[in-house]
Structure formats: C-alpha cells, structure tokens
C-alpha cells in the first residue's frame, strides 16, 4: 500500500544533496554484492555527482522526478524520449527501507504517463538485479534482449526490457 502523503513531483535544485545521497545508498545496497563497494563507488561518483544530476534538471525531452514522504526524498525517477518515441526510464529507485509498499510502483507510472504518446516504455536493468527483475515483470515488462550498458566493457551487464504501453 502507498503512504497516503506520498508527494511526486519535478527535481528541483535544492533536492540534488538528497537525490546523491539516496542513489549512493540505494546503489550500495544493490550493487556492493555483484561489483563490490569500491567499483560501486566509483560508478556513483561519477554518474550521480551533483554537477551530472543538476544537468539533468529541466531537460525539454525527459522528466526528473522526486517522490516523497513528508519531507523526506524517499524515491527517483528519470525517463525521457526516443527517437522512435519511446519512453525510455533512465533511472527508478527507492531507498531500501522505502521499498515493497507501493512507491516505485506509483513512481513508474507517474514518470511513463509523462510520455502519453508513447508506443511503448523501455529500461536496462543489470541482469544480477534480480529485485528489479522481478519487479519490472510484475510491473508489465518483458525480456528484449541482453546488452552491456553503452556498450561498454568497464559499465554492468544490462537486460534490455519494454512494455507496450497502448495498442493502436
């Protein structure tokens, strides 16, 4: 069940020390087991650094959204458009003592009916995450194909999964 004073809305700047802080942890917490603390570390440094989020604020083709619970940023999510018109969601995650009451789940659907022309919804998710796996299923999604993010050797192992969104 979703806390009944969740509150989804945009990224501002003033949330970016919570927004760090929350994927650090969040990232620790799934990834120290399959990468190891400091590769980890060093994955978080450089992609959730505050300049690299702040860049990422106001962007015309995606969304950057914060969920929270009272004052407390408890979730993020990232999605913007393809080319195909796609929405493809760059980033969901729920601090782990937030997670299994409902907040990625509303968080999801906020940030995907930000595209309501898209045909469908896609995400890479790394294929040792196997929580996030799950969840995606549960939430629609299903197995396109397996790739390395960016195609690079040094970044995770990624399932690439979608959802059709609507159907002609």
């Not at 939430?139 to 990624?158: I, S």
Request: proline share 4%; with cysteine.
């Amino acid at each position: 069940m979703t806390p009944a004073d969740l509150v989804i809305r945009d990224a501002e700047a003033a949330d970016l020390p919570a927004v760090r802080a929350l994927l650090v942890e969040t990232w620790h917490a799934t990834y120290d087991g399959i990468y190891g603390w400091q590769r980890v570390a060093e994955i978080t440094n450089a992609w959730h650094s505050l300049d690299n989020l702040k860049a990422q604020l106001g962007r015309d083709e995606g969304v950057f959204l914060v969920a929270l619970v009272g004052e407390e940023i408890v979730a993020t999510a990232s999605a913007r458009q393809e080319r195909d018109g796609a929405a493809l969601l760059t980033r969901l995650y729920v601090l782990p003592n937030r997670q299994g009451v409902g907040i990625g789940r509303t968080l999801l659907q906020v940030a995907l009916a930000c595209f309501p022309e898209a045909p469908v919804a896609r995400l890479e998710v790394e294929t040792q995450n196997e929580t996030a796996i799950t969840f995606y299923e549960r939430m629609g999604f299903f197995l396109q194909r397996q790739a390395r993010f960016d195609g690079r050797d040094d970044t995770p192992n990624t399932l690439l999964m979608a959802k059709r969104l609507f159907v002609d």
